[in-house]
């Protein structure tokens, strides 16, 4: 029994280093969230329209050159997005997954830069397009490297650390453009470009801070490179109540069976793993949940609400600096309180299915009934309809942060095989900024031309998707990145955490035995891996 209990207290053991290097990274995240979410705080600036000559809301000429340019704005942002986590599917394999993420960090710096110091609306936009590259590196190298750091049982916590992170940069963001409101009248053009010259702050510390974080240890392992994987994973699972460092051999036996596996089986069908992810059913069907996760997330309607807010709450009454300062409530509730809540969750309700379908439930409810409002009392003054509608926004985020943000990450990074991993998150995080492209460049002149039946596309959506992930997402919770290949069909190298405390027990011995680090070149060692394979 004391045993067991020790299994147990281990297989749950996040050390200081572990969470130290997830904090690091996440300001990764914090980057994507501040850079996704400053233009809704930009177009709140007058400063912002009279420095680049575009008619404000109700002034002639707003619903085509401004709403045209706020649409370009996104757009490119959008675009290169898409493009750089296409990027990734080829460079985090290649140079790595730390060096996508000091890429990332550069083009963020760059965009952000450009941004903040534009001469003219092109300077702007190319700006927003050079940010977009940087963020659609690091939106999705960041989770995807913080999930091969995380041990099973902690995994929704730590990787949940992406989409909470992510969100103090949509508060940082708001809550800076309410601030600034106020500098408009002594200095209107400080009062946009500050905010913009911010973007800056987060990409800088992780620059400096990506020098000192490890490489992931499985692209180490994939790379032939066992000893530096050994050290760096004896540094993340290094626990007192672990004197032999069995969690550390476990995962690291674990991981290298489950890549040569892989490897030998790709080999004997003849495909890389290019191919593979088109020809082999089980990649095929990882490629395609992987997609619809993040497209069908983001269609559920977060970035339409959070980057056209000012817009929104202006429809429902609201004038002067409230919008924004609403804006920044909304942001900061879901930073405070939705985001981290759902992060804490994932590790103890233990279903990233049932989560997610629930959350995409409350989407749809209160987006209809914001729809509703906007329907019925956008542009009256019915002060009870409009904080009805008020009201839904803030409901809205309940469900979406709490259940939806973190499970669209934590889910994407948890499906794929190491050989597949880039390839796989690139295409989903393409699958994001692909429905985020096309979302917020029709929004603004959708919002304007048919008014509250834009939301339809949001509310229909959520109908069409929510049948599709109960009956064919399976459940990834609790098991390590090469045990949910069997949800998937295909076969698993070594069994840790879906084996009874006996079978552990029983590998555990054979491990504290074995040099894992050089395995290959014992014919003894290995006869022995295959019987405890076989017996897990």
Known sequence: MASSSTTRR?????????????VAVAFGSLTYGYCSSIIGSTIGQPGWYEFFNLPQQGEEGYGTTTTNA???????????????????????????RKR??????????????????????????????????????????????????????NRGWLVGHHAIFLVFGYMLSGWLGYACYYATNVNSSFAWRFPLCMQCLAPLVLLITSIYIPRSPRWLLQK???????????????????PHDLTAKEELYQAKMQIALDAAKLKA??????????????????????????????????LVINNYSVILYT?????????????????TTAGVIY???????????????????????????????????????????????NAAGVFFVFLYLTFQGTLCDTTMYIYVSEIFPTEIRPIGMGFSLFGQFASTLILLQTAPIGFVNIGWKFYLVVIIWCIVFIPIVYFYFPETARLSLEEISARFGDDVAVHINDVSEEQRRELDEFLKAADVVHMEGAEKEKAAGEKAIESA
């Not at 281990?10 to 997830?22: A, W």
């Not at 066992?226 to 290094?238: F, G, S």
């Not at 279903?351 to 749809?364: A, D, I, K, P």
């Open 224 to 242: 032939g490179k066992t000893e530096q994987a050994w050290e760096v994973l004896k540094q993340l699972r290094k626990s007192d109540d672990d």
């Open 70 to 96: 706020i649409a370009t704005a996104n757009g490119l942002y959008s675009a290169g997005g898409a493009i750089g986590s296409l990027f990734v599917m080829w460079a985090a394999t290649t140079l790595g």
């Open 269 to 302: 069908t003849g495909y890389g793993p290019w191919t593979a992810v088109i020809k082999k059913k089980s990649y095929r069907k990882r490629m395609i949940i992987g997609f619809l996760t993040q497209w069908g997330a983001e269609f559920a309607g977060p």
């Open 315 to 331: 429809n429902l009454g609201q004038t002067g600096s409230m919008p924004l300062l609403l804006s920044a409530l909304w942001l």
């Open 100 to 153: 996508c993420i000091q890429i990332g960090a550069a083009l963020a710096l760059l965009g952000g830069a450009l941004q903040g110091g534009a001469a003219n609306l092109g300077m702007f936009q190319a700006g927003r397009v050079i940010a977009g590259l940087g963020i659609g590196l690091l939106v999705t190298v960041c989770p995807m490297y913080m999930g091969e750091l995380a041990p099973p049982n």
């Open 10 to 22: 281990r297989s749950r053991h996040t050390n200081p280093y572990n969470r130290l290097v997830t």
């Open 339 to 385: 985001n981290p809540l759902g992060a804490w969750l994932h590790d103890r309700i233990n279903s990233r299915r049932w989560m997610f379908m629930v959350g995409l439930m409350g989407c749809l409810v209160t987006t209809s009934g914001l729809a509703g409002c906007i329907a019925q009392y956008s542009g009256t003054d019915n002060k009870a309809g």
